[in-house]
């Protein structure tokens, strides 16, 4: 059985990919020498366009083979992971957008230090901002490995190993000589064709089945094992236990979106608070389409392929789109998906990379390291330098991470955001007598929580899925640490500006509101 | 190079007990606030009396119209997402109800989140629009900005 297609056409459609997006990256980044043009594109990008990269930025190969397999295979229960991640936009249009757009210029550590003091906060914020990035990318390239056996038929290691170096090459190329410019196109370009595919693939099954979603559930539910079970929630949520963790994953997923940093840091690319409006609004709507469209796809999977034959095939779970567009368009349309598959890392993984980078160089190098007095020149120097290092420590991590479960880091990088990120940027522009006090105890209390709570999880220990199956060290029973590690780091961030005798800087305050909501000074 | 120039008073209205806070860095126990670039405006602009704009009628208006709408309605799809969620984890039965052929209330009621999210972005973008942009306006160019 062929469940590859040809890897030679697979292979060609995506080199196709990479030859035209390194030849817009190569036109449309001239110079990228000021600060400004390497982190935020000049700021030049209008809402529309950055709200089809968001969508590129935020729609992960987890989103798209990842929620379509879980659907094909559990069926409603992956439909819930959509939701949760199409209704965390809410936060960023209404709470953080604009106002993130106002107050800071290139970092999510502007935003936070702005009212603080510049040190400590700054450092905080790169830290966050690089341990999500790293656990994030980590679970991207390790997914990159799977792709390329289920997609291209490279099955050993070795040569697995190659194609990840390859693909971290490419993504290096991007980010060096695109800048954000660069990296922004590459969203938009791969944004456009995973929606256009996902659309094109929909129509065709929705059509199939004369439009009828109640016979497309018929037939999908027909075909897999779990039978009717497929259109009911909760087919893995059994015990309370997995009740709770369900309860926490969803928490983790509507209040970390709006937290990534690579997510605010595309706010920077616009013009104005009013074009970051537009941005969110754009990627509601190209998200909205998608996760629909993933919907139809997963039953369509089921329906048409079956829950036995995707499982039997080399990704399971994953390889459920790529089967479905193999039967209903061969070969020619299994390549278009399995190239915008890679594609999706390629790009993501580039977004990632430029905002460790645009972290550790803004944050670490020119506000920390030199007190705020870099020269532009040399600060876009250590940014090129860091996203070199950032990139190399993705390859390495793809290449020993490959064939592990890693698909959890998503999720973590999620509870991580939700954790350290939004209490405290929800802290400083909302609540006046918020403090750097508060700010560290909500940063750290919210990561140190979550990495605790993940250590002692099943994750690591103690359960047949686990990182270290054979010992037992779990003492908390929930895989995602969202439920607790949240409110924790809301509580700490109100402890620690109450207990502390610190007051909050009022001219600093005013200034910060009054820009936040009017972009005076911006 | 981009000091922040600390605003003069502009406007008539006193603002008292703000002034300590014009001091700048000297609450900070002597660490001196770095006036990094994204803490200040472009070189040579004019300085701006934040304090003033803060306590003027039309921000605390701005303010209330934002925090009126944007409050509320966060309230309002966080509670209804958490319900759906606590749904789909301890009502199984209810969400399996079957409404029109296979499909059931759980399809139905995710479908609703869709629709509530499209919704609560047009209604924001609409308000802020009419509510919220004008007022942004009428403060900038009171400000000369």
Same mark, same amino acid.
Do not use: D
């Given at each position: 059985m062929s469940a590859t297609g040809s890897p030679v056409l697979n292979m060609t459609v995506f080199a196709g990919f990479v030859a035209i997006t390194l030849f817009v990256v190569y036109r449309v980044s001239h110079r990228n020498t000021s600060t400004s043009d390497y982190?935020?594109?000049?700021?030049?990008?209008?809402g529309s366009q950055n709200g089809i990269a968001i969508t590129g930025d935020y729609l992960s190969a987890a989103s798209f083979l990842g929620i379509a397999g879980a659907i094909a295979v559990h069926g409603y229960d992956g439909f819930l992971y959509s939701i949760g991640f199409l209704v965390a936009w809410l936060v960023a249009l209404l709470l953080v957008a604009e106002l993130v757009r106002n107050t800071g210029r290139f970092t999510m550590g502007d935003v936070l230090a702005y009212r603080m003091r510049q040190r400590p906060v700054r450092a905080a914020a790169a830290t966050s901002t690089l341990v999500i990035s790293f656990f994030y990318m980590l679970a991207q390239m390790a997914g990159a490995g799977g792709l390329i056996a289920l997609l291209l038929g490279v099955h050993g290691k070795g040569g697995q190993a190659i194609v990840i170096c390859v693909v971290g090459l490419v993504m290096i190329f991007y980010v060096l000589v695109g800048g954000m410019k660069g990296t922004t196109w590459v969203q938009i370009i791969k944004a456009t064709l995973l929606v256009l595919c996902v659309v094109l693939m929909t129509v065709f099954l929705l059509g199939k089945f004369g439009f009828s979603i109640s016979a497309l559930l018929d037939e999908a539910a027909a075909n897999n094992e779990n039978g009717r079970q $497929? $259109?009911?929630?909760?087919a893995q949520y059994t015990t309370t236990t997995s009740q709770l963790d369900f309860i926490s994953l969803s928490l983790a997923l509507i209040l970390g979106a709006a937290g990534l940093p690579h997510v605010l840091m595309r706010f920077y690319t616009v013009p104005n608070a009013r074009q970051a409006r537009r941005s969110v609004v754009w990627a509601v709507g190209a998200m909205a389409v998608f996760y629909l469209a993933t919907l139809v796809i997963g039953y369509g999977a089921s329906a048409l392929v079956g829950s036995e034959r995707i499982l039997a095939s080399t990704g399971r779970e994953n390889s459920a789109a790529p089967l479905l567009a193999f039967e209903i368009g061969g070969p020619l349309l299994l390549g278009i998906v399995a190239a915008v598959a890679f594609a999706t890392i390629l790009a993501v993984v580039a977004g990632l990379t430029i905002t460790a980078s645009a972290s550790f160089a803004h944050d670490v190098y020119a506000n920390i390291v030199r007190g705020g007095k870099a020269e532009p020149a040399a600060e876009v120097r250590v940014a090129r330098l860091t996203a070199v290092v950032v990139g190399v420590l993705a390859m390495i991590g793809g290449v020993l991470a490959?064939?592990?479960?890693?698909?959890?880091l998503v999720a973590l990088a999620f509870a991580f955001a939700a954790s350290a990120n939004l209490s405290t940027l929800l802290y400083s522009l909302?609540?006046?007598?918020?403090n750097t006090t508060g700010t560290l105890w909500a940063m750290y209390g919210g990561l140190g929580s979550c990495l605790l709570l993940v250590f002692f999880s099943p994750v690591v220990s103690g359960a047949p899925t686990s990182i270290f199956s054979g010992i037992d060290f779990q003492l908390f029973p929930l895989t995602n640490p969202g439920l607790v590690s949240i409110p924790i780091s809301f509580l700490a961030g109100f402890l620690g500006t109450v207990l502390s005798k610190e007051k909050a800087d009022p001219a600093k305050q005013a200034e910060m509101e009054v820009r936040s909501l009017t972009g005076i000074g911006a | 190079m981009t000091q922040v120039v600390r605003p003069r008073i502009a406007s008539s209205r006193p603002s008292p007990g703000n002034n300590p806070g014009r001091n700048p860095g000297s609450d900070f126990g002597g660490i001196t606030r770095q006036s990094s670039a994204a803490s200040s405006g472009p070189p040579g602009q004019k300085a701006t009396d934040f304090t003033a704009i803060q306590k003027s009628p039309e921000f605390t208006a701005l303010r209330r119209r934002f925090r009126g709408f944007v409050f509320p309605m966060t309230a309002l799809f966080f509670l209804w997402y958490l319900t759906y969620v606590l749904l789909a984890a301890f009502a199984r039965d209810f969400m399996a109800h079957r409404l029109v052929?296979?499909?059931?209330v759980g399809l139905v009621l995710g479908l609703l989140q869709f629709a509530s999210t499209l919704a609560i972005t047009f209604a924001y973008v609409r308000y802020a629009r009419r509510r919220l942009d004008p007022q942004v306006g009428a403060i900038r160019s009171e400000v000369g900005r």
């Open positions: 982190y935020a594109a000049g700021s030049a990008f209008t $497929l $259109l009911e929630p909760g490959n064939g592990q479960n890693v698909a959890f909302f609540w006046k007598r918020f | 052929g296979s499909v059931n």
